[in-house]
């Protein structure tokens, strides 16, 4: 059996601080048959003329506006055969890497939009048309996985695996470490009668514009030409964001890419065979549960419950097959799993954690081979993907109970481990934590030591991808919260109400509407400290838990998921703040109105990104569909050369020579569909007030009065002042320095910490109400910060996180340690980490891949050392930025990992660098890794 690596990231969706006309036919459904359904429905009459079977409402009405923007043909969200576009524009790079590309998430919305609007409307016919589609196309078909039947529970996969690196690819396989057993395929089979799998594949090339023509329901590889194809990206570790990603066909049959297609990029084996492999984005088929019972409740309200019962049998059968989210990737015990060899297979339920994971995949053998098949599960949990509405409609409804015997009760322990996960993962703050692994670095390794547990998983800030670390968006807050506070909604849980209440206040303190319309919320987090060891018994208090606001944004798909979030936790708990706050926000981005939606021009500062170099291996060489070639120094752009027709690349090609980043005002389906849901369920939830309109509380705070300061240190300044007044009540007050927001407090004094010494600021304080009205700024007070003691006494410790003399990259743990008396303002400090470049480019690429104080606030950079230094050609240069604060006295940085490498991957020969050591995985003093406050040296001796 052949294994192939799997997509380590295969749901990362759209995490930013975060489609056209009819025609077109699917080969496999026979000349002339188009992917009906949603097509069918695509053009429907002005929302006027059509009947509602609930009362109009002004929110109402705005959620049928909407709708009818997003199906009208003219304004491209659906592509000719009747599938949502991940965005209407073309020229977008996120996680999917073109806008006519779609996901299984694009997917989950459309179902979830056409319940509400059957709820509005009766007519079901759209709700039912829409999973009809995703049944011949996104679900796929037999002949797309044709060799399932092969399929060996007894051993689901061979084990291979990953790697915290890009370079490290291919990954040899292993068949030496030991897998465990699949318990859930047998009854799978016979309740269903077959052995394909019944899950969402989460991208799609609906254009087919790579040209890989994996077209649903033909199993075969059709090259160039129009009409849908399935499609795959991520494959290569934690490290590889979407800028360093090869995208490769799902059903490979070598006709494209090298002597044996894509496989080799990815997987390291002794010969290859012709293969298909899906990957599942397991809270995407959540969150089509989740719609499926909104349409159940809805309908059986009319009294057509009849009319939807097809689909929510398939809700229901999709719930089934999802479980594989719950077991460890190889089938091994959960928990204490820290050696590939030693670990345990698991047998019966040991390797069910119970959680929704990153993904599932399963794949098999083509016409040659032999016939064989695999699936696995995964072992990385985020807090984002949990849903635990899903999980309580597939235990406790019994339209949605799925078929297989023991499907009831593993998705009621879903449902209570699930809580228990979110719970151990709230910040001080509100805030949820990023999640747990049952195999770190992805390879079965140990731990550090004292890292915290969940059921002898330990904790991961950032767990599946790191570039950039994966639950620094606010996106995955809203996105989980949403699905508890519908939890919440449905069925008053105490533990959901408890986690809720925590979160609601700290979002809305961090949530700002203006009088003028203006808005913000969080859009990038930092994270400290480290939750409890998870004790069901006593929760701990993670007292040493915290999350900080980096910046904040306007994004309306975000925005539109935190209204829902507020909106169902405020007509359940009856919280007039919430509420107030969610139709202040709401009006707020409905005024963004256009003809095609709802949207806000955003900056891609990241789209310098077009011409990064994605690694191939040396010796690899092949051609893409169009005859890109692909080997190694190619760019992003090289491989996808059709970019440079798109009609908006010339802002793209400026920013690259030089000029403006480029601002692009996006439509993307699951921010637009998010949008009309939100109208609804306000419209459904809180009430017909006209959106906007003058029974509104317009009139903002008085502002506040007497800001003075009231104490400084060399790195902090405390601020106080007099209460404002409100015509209803003022419920944050908002703090600025030097005109950008740092900070907000619910009561009448404020700290602002991490300042540089001897520096002078201004700071002026607004309040706002429940309503999001604003006052103006407070008159402005200076605050000048001390000049401390002991800010040059440091030292450094290093930790080498590479043994290897000879190969590509150079990996040094740096740990820094104030030795002084006083706080060190780390803004003020620089390393030096001296080594030889030898032969090869001379130019570098540097990575932060890890820093206890958050990788974002740490700088770093090559530079040529000059001439006459032994084993001293460069140094790596590292620094902080301010949002790195100060370090108290005695106080460590924590581990920061650091690695860099010559931009055409050439070996270095580490064996004379002045700074290297050979530790074997402890600090120890560096004195020749030199340390600068102010650029004098402070610590160490230079070369």
Not at 370 to 397: C, E, K, M
Not at 470 to 485: D, I, K, L, P, T
Not at 837 to 856: K, M, N, R, V
Request: glycine share 12%; with cysteine; charged share 15%.
């Amino acid at each position: 059996m052949h294994a192939p690596r799997t997509p380590d990231e295969s749901a990362r969706l759209s995490r930013r601080s975060f489609t056209t006309a009819a025609g077109g036919a699917l080969v496999a459904l026979g000349a002339g048959q188009a992917l009906a359904g949603a097509t069918a429905h695509a053009a429907q009459a002005p929302a006027g003329d059509r009947a509602k079977a609930v009362a109009a409402t002004p929110y109402t009405d705005a959620f049928l506006a909407q709708y009818e923007k997003i199906k009208d043909p003219a304004n491209g969200y659906f592509s000719p055969d009747g599938i949502p576009y991940h965005c209407v524009e073309t020229l977008i790079v996120e996680a999917p890497d073109h806008g006519h590309q779609t996901t299984s998430e694009a997917f989950s919305f459309w179902i979830w939009l056409e319940a509400a609007y059957g709820r509005v409307t009766g007519d079901w016919a759209p709700f039912n048309g829409a999973w009809e589609t995703a049944e011949r196309s996104i679900i796929p078909p037999h002949a797309d996985q044709a060799s399932s039947g092969s399929y060996n529970p007894g051993s689901p996969a061979t084990y291979a695996p990953e790697h915290p690196e890009v370079s490290s690819y291919p990954s040899q396989l292993d068949p030496g470490v030991p897998v465990g057993q699949d318990p859930i395929a047998a009854e799978l089979a016979s309740a269903y009668g077959t052995m394909d799998v019944y899950g969402m594949h989460w991208l799609m090339d609906l254009d087919n514009v790579y040209g890989y023509g994996n077209t649903p329901g033909t199993g075969g590889q059709n090259g160039p030409g129009p009409g849908a194809s399935f499609i795959n990206s991520y494959q290569r570790g934690s490290q590889e964001s979407v800028w360093e990603t090869i995208p490769q066909p799902t059903t490979d049959l070598f006709e494209f890419g090298g002597p044996n297609g894509y496989l080799d990029l990815f997987v390291g084996d002794a010969s290859y065979a012709r293969q298909w492999k899906y990957t599942n984005a397991p809270d995407a088929d959540a969150r089509a549960v989740q719609a499926a019972y909104w349409a159940l409740t809805w309908a059986r309200a009319q009294g057509n419950e009849g009319l939807v019962s097809e689909s929510v049998a398939r809700a229901a059968k999709m719930g089934d097959y999802l479980r594989y989210a719950m077991f460890d990737k190889y089938f091994k015990q959960i928990g204490d799993c820290d050696s590939p060899t030693g670990c345990p297979a698991g047998t019966g339920r040991t390797s069910q954690h119970y959680l929704l994971s990153w993904y599932y995949a399963w794949g098999g053998s083509t016409g040659s081979g032999g016939g064989w098949a695999w699936r696995i599960g995964d072992g990385a949990s985020h807090q984002g993907y949990q849903n635990p509405f899903a999980a309580w409609a597939l235990s406790t409804v019994p339209e949605l109970t799925p078929k297989s015997p023991t499907a009831k009760s593993d998705w009621a322990k879903s449902l209570t481990r699930q809580l228990e996960f979110l719970r151990w993962l709230q910040s001080t703050e509100g805030a949820l934590a990023g999640g747990c692994t049952n195999s770190w670095e992805g390879q079965y390794g140990a731990p550090p030591a004292g890292t915290p547990t969940f059921y002898g998983m330990p904790y991961d800030w950032q767990p599946v991808y790191h570039d950039p670390p994966s639950n620094n968006w606010f996106g995955f807050q809203v996105w989980g919260m949403e699905r508890v506070a519908q939890y919440y909604h449905a069925t008053g849980n105490a533990d959901a109400g408890a986690v809720l209440a925590k979160w609601v206040a700290w979002a809305s303190a961090e949530t700002t509407v203006g009088a003028d319309g203006s808005y913000r919320f969080p859009s990038t987090l930092r994270w400290t400290g480290a939750p409890d060891t998870w004790n069901a018994a006593n929760p701990g208090a993670n007292a040493g838990l915290h999350v900080d606001v980096v910046d904040y944004a306007d994004d309306v798909g975000v925005g539109a998921a935190l209204v829902m979030t507020l909106v169902y936790y405020a007509a359940r708990a009856a919280d007039a703040d919430a509420a107030a706050l969610a139709k202040a926000l709401l009006d707020a981005m409905a005024a963004h109105s256009d003809g095609k939606g709802i949207a806000v021009p955003e900056t891609r500062r990241d789209y310098n990104r077009f011409d990064d170099e994605v690694y191939v291996p040396a010796g690899w060489s092949g051609t893409s569909p169009h005859g890109d070639p692909i080997a190694p120094g190619v760019t992003f752009i090289e491989l996808r050369s059709w970019y440079r027709e798109d009609p908006d690349w010339e802002k793209v090609q400026t920013y690259l020579d030089g000029g403006a980043a480029p601002v692009f005002t996006y439509h993307r389906f699951w921010a637009q569909a998010a949008l009309a849901l939100a109208l609804a369920a306000y419209g459904e939830l809180l009430g017909g007030e006209t959106p906007g309109g003058p029974g509104d509380d317009t009139e903002p705070p008085t502002v506040p009065g007497g800001l003075r300061v009231t104490g400084t240190t060399a790195s902090s300044v405390a601020l106080a002042w007099t209460a404002s007044t409100d015509n209803v009540r003022v419920t944050a007050y908002d703090v600025y320095r030097d005109g950008t927001p740092v900070g907000s407090a619910t009561s009448t004094s404020f700290t602002d910490t991490g300042l540089s010494a001897a520096t002078a600021y201004s700071y002026t304080v607004t309040a706002r109400d429940a309503a999001g009205n604003a006052s103006q700024p407070s008159a402005a007070v200076r605050a000048t910060t001390g000049t401390g003691t002991g800010t040059g006494a440091v030292k450094v410790e290093y930790r080498n996180n590479d043994q290897a003399v000879t190969d590509n990259q150079i990996k040094p743990g740096l740990r820094i340690v104030n030795t002084g008396g006083g706080a060190l303002s780390l803004s003020t400090l620089t390393l030096r980490y001296w080594f030889s470049g030898e032969s090869g480019a001379a130019t570098y690429s540097t990575w932060c891949d890890y820093a206890q104080l958050g990788a974002a606030n740490v700088t770093h950079r090559v530079v040529a050392a000059g001439g006459g230094k032994a084993g001293a050609t460069h140094y790596l240069e590292v620094g902080f930025t301010a949002g790195a604060g100060s370090l108290a006295a005695g106080a460590s940085t924590g581990d920061i990992q650091l690695r860099l490498n010559k931009t055409d991957w050439s070996a270095f020969d580490e064996s004379d660098d002045y700074s290297r050591a050979a530790t074997t995985g402890t600090y120890i003093d560096a004195p020749r890794v030199v340390a600068y406050v102010a650029g004098s040296p402070v610590w160490g001796t230079e070369p």
